[in-house]
Protein backbone atom coordinates (compact mmCIF):
# COMPACT_ATOMS: atom_id res chain seq x y z
CA UNK A 1 0.00 0.00 0.00
CA UNK A 2 2.96 2.63 0.98
CA UNK A 3 4.56 1.58 -3.02
CA UNK A 4 0.99 2.64 -4.21
CA UNK A 5 0.41 5.59 -2.30
CA UNK A 6 4.32 6.88 -3.45
CA UNK A 7 3.29 6.02 -6.76
CA UNK A 8 0.35 8.10 -6.56
CA UNK A 9 1.88 11.00 -5.71
CA UNK A 10 4.67 11.53 -7.63
CA UNK A 11 2.52 10.82 -10.73
CA UNK A 12 0.32 13.75 -9.29
CA UNK A 13 2.89 15.97 -8.64
CA UNK A 14 4.52 15.63 -12.27
CA UNK A 15 0.82 16.32 -13.30
CA UNK A 16 1.01 19.39 -11.37
CA UNK A 17 4.03 20.77 -12.10
CA UNK A 18 3.67 20.01 -16.35
CA UNK A 19 0.47 21.95 -15.39
CA UNK A 20 2.37 24.95 -13.37
CA UNK A 21 5.26 24.75 -16.45
CA UNK A 22 2.81 25.27 -19.24
CA UNK A 23 0.85 28.07 -17.11
CA UNK A 24 4.07 29.80 -16.60
CA UNK A 25 5.41 28.98 -20.15
CA UNK A 26 2.07 30.72 -21.87
CA UNK A 27 2.32 33.52 -19.44
CA UNK A 28 5.80 34.67 -20.20
CA UNK A 29 5.03 33.67 -24.09
CA UNK A 30 1.98 36.38 -23.72
CA UNK A 31 3.89 39.21 -22.18
CA UNK A 32 7.03 38.56 -24.86
CA UNK A 33 4.60 38.65 -28.14
CA UNK A 34 1.33 40.30 -26.44
CA UNK A 35 -1.63 39.84 -29.05
CA UNK A 36 -0.09 37.03 -30.72
CA UNK A 37 -0.50 33.05 -30.57
CA UNK A 38 0.28 31.94 -27.77
CA UNK A 39 3.13 29.10 -27.70
CA UNK A 40 1.14 25.62 -26.92
CA UNK A 41 -2.49 26.65 -26.19
CA UNK A 42 -3.08 29.68 -27.75
CA UNK A 43 -4.12 32.85 -25.18
CA UNK A 44 -7.99 32.74 -27.97
CA UNK A 45 -8.12 28.77 -26.73
CA UNK A 46 -8.34 29.81 -23.33
CA UNK A 47 -10.07 33.35 -23.35
CA UNK A 48 -12.82 31.45 -25.56
CA UNK A 49 -12.90 29.27 -22.54
CA UNK A 50 -13.61 31.14 -20.02
CA UNK A 51 -15.00 33.93 -21.36
CA UNK A 52 -18.41 32.94 -20.07
CA UNK A 53 -17.09 33.28 -15.90
CA UNK A 54 -16.97 36.51 -14.20
CA UNK A 55 -14.86 36.37 -10.85
CA UNK A 56 -18.71 37.09 -9.16
CA UNK A 57 -20.06 34.28 -10.24
CA UNK A 58 -20.99 31.60 -7.42
CA UNK A 59 -18.65 28.61 -9.48
CA UNK A 60 -15.66 30.64 -9.86
CA UNK A 61 -16.38 31.45 -6.30
CA UNK A 62 -16.75 27.92 -5.05
CA UNK A 63 -13.81 26.77 -6.60
CA UNK A 64 -12.09 29.09 -5.44
CA UNK A 65 -12.49 28.26 -1.73
CA UNK A 66 -12.22 24.63 -2.80
CA UNK A 67 -8.70 25.13 -4.05
CA UNK A 68 -7.93 27.12 -0.58
CA UNK A 69 -9.08 23.86 1.50
CA UNK A 70 -7.33 21.59 -0.72
CA UNK A 71 -4.30 23.65 -0.60
CA UNK A 72 -4.63 24.07 3.67
CA UNK A 73 -5.61 20.42 3.99
CA UNK A 74 -2.18 19.65 1.42
CA UNK A 75 -0.24 21.87 3.94
CA UNK A 76 -1.23 20.11 7.16
CA UNK A 77 -0.65 16.90 5.74
CA UNK A 78 2.86 17.71 4.58
CA UNK A 79 3.73 19.38 7.66
CA UNK A 80 2.52 16.28 9.85
CA UNK A 81 4.09 13.46 7.82
CA UNK A 82 7.30 12.43 8.54
CA UNK A 83 9.20 10.18 10.52
CA UNK A 84 8.31 11.54 13.62
CA UNK A 85 11.72 10.57 15.83
CA UNK A 86 12.52 10.94 19.54
CA UNK A 87 15.41 12.54 20.81
CA UNK A 88 17.62 11.00 22.93
CA UNK A 89 20.09 13.05 25.07
CA UNK A 90 23.06 14.36 22.86
CA UNK A 91 26.38 13.40 24.18
CA UNK A 92 28.23 16.30 23.31
CA UNK A 93 26.63 19.72 21.98
CA UNK A 94 27.38 19.26 18.77
CA UNK A 95 25.89 15.71 18.10
CA UNK A 96 22.59 14.92 17.95
CA UNK A 97 21.58 11.64 18.65
CA UNK A 98 17.60 10.26 17.54
CA UNK A 99 15.54 6.98 17.35
CA UNK A 100 12.60 6.49 15.82
CA UNK A 101 9.51 5.58 17.38
CA UNK A 102 9.23 1.76 15.71
CA UNK A 103 12.89 1.17 17.30
CA UNK A 104 11.68 2.37 20.83
CA UNK A 105 9.07 0.32 20.40
CA UNK A 106 10.68 -3.01 19.29
CA UNK A 107 12.97 -2.08 22.34
CA UNK A 108 10.19 -2.48 24.57
CA UNK A 109 8.32 -5.21 23.25
CA UNK A 110 11.49 -7.63 23.07
CA UNK A 111 11.98 -7.46 26.74
CA UNK A 112 8.15 -7.73 27.70
CA UNK A 113 7.95 -11.09 25.44
CA UNK A 114 11.16 -12.60 27.17
CA UNK A 115 8.88 -12.04 30.26
CA UNK A 116 7.60 -15.83 31.42
CA UNK A 117 3.68 -15.87 31.06
CA UNK A 118 3.44 -13.58 28.00
CA UNK A 119 2.14 -15.05 24.63
CA UNK A 120 2.66 -11.89 22.45
CA UNK A 121 2.51 -8.37 23.04
CA UNK A 122 2.25 -5.14 20.58
CA UNK A 123 3.95 -1.69 21.86
CA UNK A 124 3.36 1.70 20.24
CA UNK A 125 5.80 4.26 21.40
CA UNK A 126 6.05 7.98 21.49
CA UNK A 127 7.98 10.59 22.75
CA UNK A 128 5.47 11.06 25.68
CA UNK A 129 3.85 7.27 26.05
CA UNK A 130 4.56 4.12 25.39
CA UNK A 131 1.59 1.78 25.22
CA UNK A 132 1.86 -2.22 25.57
CA UNK A 133 -0.93 -4.44 25.25
CA UNK A 134 0.09 -7.94 26.04
CA UNK A 135 -1.54 -11.29 26.21
CA UNK A 136 -0.67 -14.04 29.03
CA UNK A 137 -0.92 -17.45 27.77
CA UNK A 138 -2.69 -18.28 31.28
CA UNK A 139 -5.65 -17.05 32.25
CA UNK A 140 -5.13 -16.86 35.91
CA UNK A 141 -2.45 -13.81 35.44
CA UNK A 142 -1.36 -13.14 39.02
CA UNK A 143 1.53 -10.46 39.16
CA UNK A 144 2.21 -10.49 35.63
CA UNK A 145 0.87 -6.92 34.45
CA UNK A 146 2.89 -5.57 37.24
CA UNK A 147 6.28 -7.19 36.47
CA UNK A 148 5.27 -6.20 32.65
CA UNK A 149 4.91 -2.58 33.84
CA UNK A 150 8.07 -2.75 35.70
CA UNK A 151 10.10 -4.45 32.45
CA UNK A 152 8.87 -1.82 30.41
CA UNK A 153 9.50 1.26 32.83
CA UNK A 154 13.22 -0.39 33.32
CA UNK A 155 13.77 -0.27 29.45
CA UNK A 156 12.54 3.02 28.41
CA UNK A 157 14.68 3.98 31.95
CA UNK A 158 17.94 2.61 30.91
CA UNK A 159 17.65 4.94 27.31
CA UNK A 160 19.40 8.31 27.92
CA UNK A 161 15.79 10.24 27.13
CA UNK A 162 15.56 13.56 28.07
CA UNK A 163 12.32 13.02 29.51
CA UNK A 164 10.73 9.31 30.79
CA UNK A 165 7.26 8.46 29.16
CA UNK A 166 4.65 7.64 30.41
CA UNK A 167 4.18 3.46 30.23
CA UNK A 168 0.54 2.09 29.75
CA UNK A 169 0.94 -1.40 30.31
CA UNK A 170 -2.85 -3.77 29.45
CA UNK A 171 -3.08 -7.65 29.98
CA UNK A 172 -5.52 -9.71 28.52
CA UNK A 173 -6.33 -13.43 29.09
CA UNK A 174 -6.36 -15.84 26.28
CA UNK A 175 -9.75 -16.59 25.01
CA UNK A 176 -11.58 -19.46 26.14
CA UNK A 177 -11.39 -22.61 23.83
CA UNK A 178 -14.52 -24.81 22.37
Do not use: Y
Not at 96 to 111: C, E, F, K, M, P
Amino acid sequence: MRLFVRLITAVAGVVLAAAGVLVTIESVWSLIRPGGRGLILGPAAVRDALAGFSWNDVPVRLVACGLIVLGLVLLIAAMSAGHREVRLHDPAPEVTVTTDRRSLARLVGHQVRDQDGVAGATVTAGAKRIRVKATSRFRETGDLRGRLTETAEHAVGDLPLPSTPKVLVSLATPKERR
